[in-house]
């Protein structure tokens, strides 16, 4: 019998999440975290704009209550000259009590009072100016004055029997729209703040029409008007744009959020020239979060995921048109986490990030001190969640494989297993279906190789060559303790304590190590010339390198080797505990406690991760999406290849089949690759930095020089260890181009 994965609810960044009823405590950390990241969802966060002026603006989540101040950046706002001064009103924030509206001026933090008189009501506010309506349907303009008492400014012009249907701030601290309906018509008109002249530009307006304007037009219901223009003069009609109207800024009216959208296309931010009649595009993606400003400009939203989705400014420019710029990061919502791998460097973090119940393998860059270096990177197409077994928390079954990499297990509805591998990008994944097997594990893998035990008894090793094809089975066998490490599968003997090194390439044995077990190993683990064993209460480390044997603590926790050390966790304690063997003497430390509760409370790729690769741990530290990275402090072995696939590809490479050549390391390096032709002489070198901890480069056949001769060229590839730690390392081979 299956179950769902349990898909964990969004929540604000910094959120706690309950996966009980009671409350999940933190992790307590002995040796202080290097760095800490957040897994946050793709969706876009829309937002409203509480307040925008010259200086800056203040938005709030249209899904959340607490709002945020945003100055711009190198912007000189307006100086305080007093409500008199309707210009300097664009930095003015508005806020009321009952009948007192108090007038604060952002910049200054000056400050003036409007006091409502008696019978009259609140309508709206723009910069110093507040409108309101007295008990006889009549408008009134109220200003501060300086000796600290209100002026009150009748509105003339204003249509006797008009009824006020809404009121509309837009570009402007001067005017102030108001949507009235007179015989059952609406009609949308600007009152003139300074002196309270009230105006009707556009009428028989829709219903469900949008007003917007600045000091130059109006725009309402898709017809515009100058504002200056003589009294008579009608609108012209203004060429439809996708959306609906958001703002004009300058002579350019903007339209967003359209009703309908089919299915792919991406949303906009449009401009119409009110003056020409051109169409262009401002921001894309873009939608939520527009509005004006009340300097005549306006602020979007866009970017190209909620990882990178930012509010930009927009402002007139002197040819017409209309100039954009960032202001403002947003950060996403926190995801909850429902699995962890870490390899070359690489954290991989599993969720559902992209919404609407899909989930996607997301990594962090972190240097060779485990400190993360770069932003949340999507590393898989949106995936279906899959099923699991009863009690098994840290479902999916994942596995960093340290080349760019990361295979998992999926379950069908029905039970049934196949072996995923994702991360070159984010959108291939390559797949290897078990035959219908269930129930099984991936205990690991490394490169191209990963293992899996199946709950039908059987054991096979899928091949993932190139992330160009689908895996391939190319092992089968009874499922026994076993590792695979570069091109080599480690299983018991057939003597006490012995294991045997098989070549998944050729199939040959390559080496027999006399472990020292006192029993047939249940588990193998092999990291660069370590070999893990346990069997019963006992464990130890195997040097192949030195043949030296070290004892290191056994118990009933889950296990993990990783490169001169053993990670466990004690799943009574939830103490993770790192041992370090590295000088042939065990020596164990408590790294962290971890929470006595969490959302994924499986083995080593639910709740915690160790980087066999020369690298470093992280864990779940109990905050809702964050994970903690913490520093090994053991040594990384010195760098060596562990696999190669060099091959000339048929014909010789090309354009369009180039020579890809991949050299699989034990930990994350910095490249050189030349190409030599007979006499010696270098025509191409080619640089980069590994994919975790693989080497993977690209050539056409052609010289610097643009030329093509056909022959043999020798390759050199100069590997240096991105931790400085030991001596580069150099492979050479050769490639024909025909």
Same mark, same amino acid.
């Given at each position: 019998?299956?179950?769902?994965?349990?898909?964990?609810?969004? !929540?604000?960044?910094?959120?706690?999440?309950?996966?009980?009823?009671?409350?999940?405590?933190?992790?307590?950390?002995?040796?202080?975290?290097?760095?800490?990241?957040?897994?946050?969802?793709?969706?876009?966060?829309?937002?409203?704009?509480?307040?925008?002026?010259?200086?800056?603006?203040?938005?709030?989540?249209?899904?959340?209550?607490?709002?945020?101040?945003?100055?711009?950046?190198?912007?000189?706002?307006?100086?305080?000259?007093?409500?008199?001064?309707?210009?300097?009103?664009?930095?003015?924030?508005?806020?009321?009590?009952?009948?007192?509206?108090?007038?604060?001026?952002?910049?200054?933090?000056?400050?003036?009072?409007? *006091?409502?008189?008696?019978?009259?009501?609140?309508?709206?506010?723009?910069? %110093?100016?507040?409108?309101?309506?007295?008990?006889?349907?009549?408008?009134? #303009?109220?200003?501060?004055?300086?000796?600290?008492?209100?002026?009150?400014?009748?509105?003339?012009?204003?249509?006797?029997?008009?009824?006020?249907?809404?009121?509309?701030?837009?570009?402007?601290?001067?005017?102030?729209?108001?949507?009235?309906?007179?015989?059952?018509?609406?009609?949308?008109?600007?009152?003139?703040?300074?002196?309270?002249?009230?105006?009707?530009?556009?009428?028989?307006?829709?219903?469900?029409?949008?007003?917007?304007?600045?000091?130059?037009?109006?725009?309402?219901?898709?017809?515009?008007?100058?504002?200056?223009?003589?009294?008579?003069?009608?609108?012209?009609? #203004?060429?439809?744009?996708?959306?609906?109207?958001?703002?004009?800024?300058?002579?350019?009216?903007?339209?967003?959020?359209?009703?309908?959208?089919? =299915?792919?296309?991406?949303?906009?931010?449009?401009?119409?020239?009110?003056?020409? =009649?051109?169409?262009?595009?401002?921001?894309?993606?873009?939608?939520?979060?527009?509005?004006?400003?009340?300097?005549?400009?306006?602020?979007?939203?866009?970017?190209?995921?909620?990882?990178?989705?930012?509010?930009?400014?927009? *402002?007139?420019?002197?040819?017409?048109?209309?100039?954009?710029?960032?202001?403002?990061?947003?950060?996403?919502?926190?995801?909850?986490?429902?699995?962890?791998?870490?390899?070359?460097?690489?954290?991989?973090?599993?969720?559902?990030?992209?919404?609407?119940?899909?989930?996607?393998?997301?990594?962090?860059?972190?240097?060779?001190?485990?400190?993360?270096?770069?932003?949340?990177?999507?590393?898989?197409?949106?995936?279906?969640?899959?099923?699991?077994?009863?009690?098994?928390?840290?479902?999916?079954?994942?596995?960093?494989?340290?080349?760019?990499?990361?295979?998992?297990?999926?379950?069908?509805?029905?039970?049934?297993?196949?072996?995923?591998?994702?991360?070159?990008?984010?959108?291939?994944?390559?797949?290897?279906?078990?035959?219908?097997?269930?129930?099984?594990?991936?205990?690991?893998?490394?490169?191209?190789?990963?293992?899996?035990?199946? &709950?039908?008894?059987?054991?096979?090793?899928?091949?993932?060559?190139?992330?160009?094809?689908? &895996?391939?089975? @190319?092992? *089968?066998?009874?499922?026994?303790?076993? !590792?695979? %490490? /570069?091109?080599?599968?480690?299983?018991?003997?057939?003597?006490?304590?012995?294991?045997?090194?098989?070549?998944?390439?050729?199939?040959?044995?390559?080496?027999?190590?006399?472990?020292?077990?006192?029993? *047939?190993?249940?588990?193998?683990?092999?990291?660069?010339?370590?070999?893990?064993?346990?069997?019963?209460?006992?464990? /130890?480390?195997?040097?192949?390198?030195?043949?030296?044997?070290?004892? #290191?603590?056994?118990?009933?926790?889950?296990?993990?080797?990783?490169?001169?050390?053993?990670?466990?966790?004690?799943?009574?304690?939830?103490?993770?505990?790192?041992?370090?063997?590295?000088?042939?003497?065990?020596?164990?430390?408590?790294?962290?406690?971890?929470?006595?509760?969490?959302?994924? !409370? /499986?083995?080593?790729?639910?709740?915690?991760?160790?980087?066999?690769? &020369?690298?470093?741990?992280?864990?779940?530290?109990?905050?809702?999406? $964050?994970?903690?990275?913490?520093?090994?402090?053991?040594?990384?072995?010195?760098?060596?290849?562990? $696999?190669?696939?060099?091959?000339?590809?048929?014909?010789?490479?090309?354009?369009?089949?180039?020579?890809?050549?991949?050299?699989?390391?034990?930990?994350?390096?910095? %490249?050189?690759?030349?190409?030599?032709?007979?006499?010696?002489?270098?025509?191409?070198?080619?640089?980069?930095?590994?994919? /975790?901890?693989?080497?993977?480069?690209?050539?056409?056949?052609?010289? $610097?020089?643009?030329?093509?001769?056909?022959?043999?060229?020798?390759?050199?590839?100069?590997?240096?260890?991105?931790?400085?730690?030991?001596?580069?390392?150099?492979?050479?081979?050769?490639?024909? @181009?025909?």
């Amino acid at each position: 019998m299956t179950r769902s994965r349990r898909l964990a609810k969004v !929540a604000l960044g910094g959120a706690v999440v309950l996966t009980c009823a009671l409350p999940i405590t933190p992790a307590q950390a002995a040796d202080p975290p290097v760095g800490t990241v957040r897994l946050s969802t793709e969706k876009r966060v829309e937002i409203t704009y509480t307040w925008a002026g010259a200086s800056g603006f203040q938005y709030r989540p249209t899904s959340g209550s607490s709002t945020t101040w945003v100055d711009y950046p190198d912007v000189e706002p307006p100086a305080h000259a007093g409500p008199d001064d309707l210009a300097t009103g664009t930095d003015v924030v508005t806020s009321r009590s009952g009948s007192t509206v108090t007038q604060r001026h952002r910049s200054t933090d000056t400050t003036a009072t409007v *006091t409502i008189p008696s019978g009259q009501t609140y309508a709206a506010a723009a910069g %110093w100016s507040v409108l309101t309506q007295d008990g006889n349907g009549a408008l009134h #303009v109220l200003r501060a004055a300086a000796d600290g008492t209100t002026t009150d400014i009748p509105v003339t012009g204003f249509p006797a029997g008009a009824r006020p249907n809404a009121y509309v701030t837009g570009g402007s601290v001067r005017r102030l729209a108001i949507v009235h309906t007179l015989d059952g018509k609406r009609s949308v008109g600007l009152v003139d703040l300074a002196d309270g002249t009230f105006r009707t530009y556009v009428t028989d307006v829709a219903e469900d029409s949008e007003a917007v304007f600045n000091d130059r037009w109006l725009v309402a219901d898709w017809k515009s008007i100058r504002i200056d223009a003589e009294p008579g003069t009608q609108p012209a009609r #203004v060429a439809w744009l996708p959306g609906r109207l958001k703002a004009v800024v300058g002579d350019q009216v903007l339209a967003s959020d359209p009703d309908f959208v089919q =299915g792919g296309t991406q949303l906009a931010l449009s401009s119409r020239s009110l003056v020409t =009649g051109a169409a262009s595009t401002v921001l894309s993606p873009s939608f939520g979060g527009i509005g004006p400003t009340l300097d005549g400009g306006a602020l979007a939203t866009a970017g190209p995921s909620g990882l990178d989705w930012n509010v930009h400014r927009i *402002t007139p420019t002197p040819d017409g048109g209309t100039a954009t710029e960032k202001v403002a990061k947003l950060p996403p919502y926190s995801v909850g986490v429902q699995g962890l791998a870490l390899a070359g460097g690489e954290l991989f973090v599993y969720g559902e990030t992209t919404g609407g119940g899909y989930l996607r393998h997301s990594s962090f860059q972190l240097d060779s001190m485990g400190r993360p270096t770069g932003q949340q990177t999507p590393r898989s197409p949106a995936l279906n969640s899959s099923a699991c077994l009863p009690g098994d928390a840290a479902c999916p079954q994942l596995e960093a494989l340290g080349d760019g990499r990361v295979s998992y297990l999926w379950t069908s509805a029905s039970g049934q297993e196949s072996v995923i591998n994702v991360g070159l990008d984010a959108v291939t994944s390559r797949n290897e279906p078990t035959d219908g097997d269930s129930g099984g594990r991936i205990p690991n893998g490394s490169g191209r190789y990963v293992l899996y035990n199946g &709950g039908s008894g059987t054991q096979r090793v899928v091949d993932f060559p190139t992330g160009t094809t689908d &895996g391939t089975t @190319v092992l *089968t066998r009874p499922r026994t303790a076993a !590792a695979v %490490w /570069g091109q080599v599968m480690w299983t018991p003997g057939t003597t006490q304590g012995s294991v045997v090194g098989t070549h998944l390439k050729t199939g040959q044995t390559v080496s027999t190590v006399a472990t020292g077990a006192p029993c *047939t190993p249940t588990d193998i683990q092999a990291v660069n010339t370590w070999l893990y064993w346990a069997c019963g209460g006992t464990a /130890g480390i195997y040097d192949r390198a030195t043949g030296r044997k070290t004892t #290191v603590p056994a118990d009933n926790g889950p296990a993990r080797l990783a490169d001169g050390y053993l990670l466990r966790e004690n799943r009574t304690t939830h103490e993770l505990l790192l041992t370090d063997f590295h000088t042939g003497t065990a020596a164990t430390r408590t790294l962290v406690r971890l929470p006595t509760a969490d959302e994924n !409370a /499986g083995g080593s790729n639910g709740r915690w991760a160790v980087d066999r690769f &020369g690298g470093h741990v992280a864990y779940l530290n109990g905050t809702y999406g $964050e994970v903690s990275i913490v520093n090994s402090g053991v040594p990384a072995s010195a760098l060596a290849q562990m $696999e190669a696939q060099t091959a000339t590809p048929p014909g010789g490479p090309t354009n369009l089949n180039p020579w890809q050549p991949v050299w699989q390391l034990n930990k994350p390096a910095d %490249w050189t690759l030349t190409l030599s032709n007979t006499t010696g002489t270098v025509t191409r070198t080619l640089t980069g930095a590994t994919k /975790g901890a693989a080497v993977r480069a690209a050539w056409d056949g052609y010289g $610097e020089d643009g030329r093509r001769t056909a022959g043999t060229y020798t390759w050199k590839l100069t590997a240096q260890p991105r931790d400085d730690q030991g001596p580069a390392l150099t492979v050479t081979g050769t490639v024909v @181009v025909n």
